[in-house]
DNA sequence: CAGGATCCCCTCTGATACTG
DNA sequence: CAGTATCAGAGGGGATCCTG
């Protein structure tokens, strides 16, 4: 059986430890729909993640190869951000996460609701 | 546009949050792939996670019905987990993250490594 | 405008010990 | 066997202030 035990050998760990952000998939959603965004446009869509963690979760993304920076060096700055290929490719698990969830999320609350111990 | 932005009103999040938990998603791929099991069958596979821990991703994915808990009253007790039909719907995304992740993954860690900022 | 740096809280997590 | 209880440490995450 394949080991999932520990984060640096599993692939699944080392995918879902990003999926697991709590913005990093929001990022890949927004930028897969709206495609190059500015730092602040990012952040008006995100809503209310915080500067410092977004960031955070830009670069996280940028450093696996999700997403692509680019600095024009002009004043004031102006950086947009875009999906690279992996990202594309990576959108559409995301966008079935999504499909499942906004299908059986009544389903979800109504058990979590109804689950006591 | 969607709101994504809180996780109460937000399906994807209250999705993603249960993916994000570190043990409930290797939960659900072990016993998709071994069907029926006992708590300590599942502490042995999964590995490092702690007693607690266990029981407290058991918890999360029984309430939200994603995994069923059938109870013998014997002595020893005898407690047996297995997926719902949930449960067996969402599997197959994990499956795909996990494919994915495997596919990926060198490339990933290729791009992390050349990452210096 | 796009973030870096700090401070701090607070939850998540693990270790240990105990129980029906 | 299958947990629960408790405590302590690490780190995620937000608020605020500062800079090229």
């Known amino acids: 059986m394949k080991d999932f035990s520990n984060t640096e050998n599993c692939p699944v760990r080392n995918v879902l430890d990003r999926l697991s952000d709590k913005w990093t998939t929001l990022v ?7 495609g ?5 446009e990012l952040h008006k869509n995100i809503g209310d993640v915080s ?4 960031t955070v979760s830009l670069r996280k993304l940028e450093a696996d190869g999700l997403i692509a920076r680019q ?8 950086v947009e951000y ?3 290929d992996l990202g594309k490719d990576f959108l ?5 996460i999504s499909d499942w969830a906004h299908a ?9 609701s109804r689950f006591k111990r």
């Open 104 to 112: 059986n999320m009544q389903q979800i609350l109504t058990n979590r």
């Open 28 to 34: 890949i959603l927004v930028l897969g729909e709206q």
């Open 82 to 84: 875009q999906l690279t």
């Open 71 to 78: 600095v024009f060096p002009v004043i004031p700055p102006r």
């Open 36 to 40: 190059k965004m500015r730092f602040n």
């Open 51 to 54: 500067e410092k963690m977004l």
């Open 92 to 96: 559409p698990l995301i966008h079935r």
